[in-house]
Structure formats: structure tokens, C-alpha cells
């Protein structure tokens, strides 16, 4: 990183010693009255003084932990069942392994009887049972 990119373009010749005493306005993008704003609330005054401060410690600690969290047993078993269900839902997303000689489906395939090879069949079959007539199941 360039410390040019960093600093205000008075602070660019200066050594890292040197910023770390440097008050916080020296940042680019730090106006005076951000300074001031942080000092009262923090009672911090120069780039030393804020990267000490405990608050900004306590975040970037968080942020390493967090990147380096793992799952709990409970959101990996979410997960699965999300994906489960996923696939289950959505199988045709699936990727198809084809043979690179067929070009077409020389076969149709057998078509089921949507009546019988339905969800609500065994109501459909309970309403037709004393019906007679095609797709009738009756004994």
C-alpha cells in the first residue's frame, strides 16, 4: 500500500513513527471536524492514541474471529435440509451426464396415466369407485 493513498499529501514524507503521532486529521478523509468529533467522544487525538482504542481493538478482533467462525452442527443441519429440499424441488437443475454419441431421443418414453400417478390419486380413485368408466380402480 502506498502511504500516499493514506495520508493527507502534508503527512506523505513523514515515517511511520512520525504519523503515529500525527493527529488523527492526517488520515485522508478525516476532516478537522471528525477529529474533534472523536476526540470528545473517545478522548483520543492523534493515529496512535485510535488505533489503541479499545473499541476499534474489540472490532477488528471480531471481524478476524468471524472470518475464521465455522458453521454449528445446528446450521450445517439447516443447510442440508435446505439443500435437500432444493434438490428434491428442483431436480431437473441438476447436471445430465450424456453420452456424446446421442444426438436425440430415438424412443419416446412410456407416458404414465396422470389419473392414477397423481398426488390426490387415492382421492380421485375414492370419487371414481363407484363410477364405471376409464381410470376407474373399482374391484
Known amino acids: 500500500m502506498n502511504i500516499e493513498s493514506i495520508v493527507d499529501d502534508k ?6 513513527r ?8 492526517a488520515l485522508r478523509g478525516v476532516s478537522a471536524a471528525d477529529a474533534r468529533a472523536l ?5 483520543v487525538n492523534t493515529i496512535g492514541e485510535l488505533a489503541e482504542l479499545r473499541f476499534v481493538r474489540w472490532a477488528n478482533a471480531i471481524k ?6 465455522t458453521d454449528t452442527k445446528e ?5 442440508t435440509l435446505l439443500d435437500d429440499a432444493v434438490e428434491m424441488t428442483f431436480p431437473a437443475s441438476d447436471p445430465i451426464s450424456v453420452d456424446a454419441g446421442i444426438t436425440r431421443i430415438e424412443v ?10 397423481h398426488q390426490i390419486a387415492p382421492a380421485v ?3 371414481t369407485a363407484g363410477k364405471a368408466g376409464k ?5
Do not use: Y
Open 64 to 69: 478476524t474471529l468471524a472470518e475464521e467462525e
Open 39 to 43: 476526540s470528545q467522544a473517545f478522548g
Open 125 to 127: 380413485e375414492t370419487d
Open 11 to 16: 503527512f506523505k514524507h513523514k515515517c511511520f
Open 135 to 139: 381410470g376407474s380402480r373399482a374391484p
Open 18 to 25: 512520525e504519523l503515529v503521532e500525527a493527529p488523527i486529521s
Open 108 to 117: 419416446a418414453p412410456d407416458m404414465v396415466d396422470a389419473q392414477s400417478d
Open 75 to 79: 446450521q450445517i443441519a439447516k443447510e
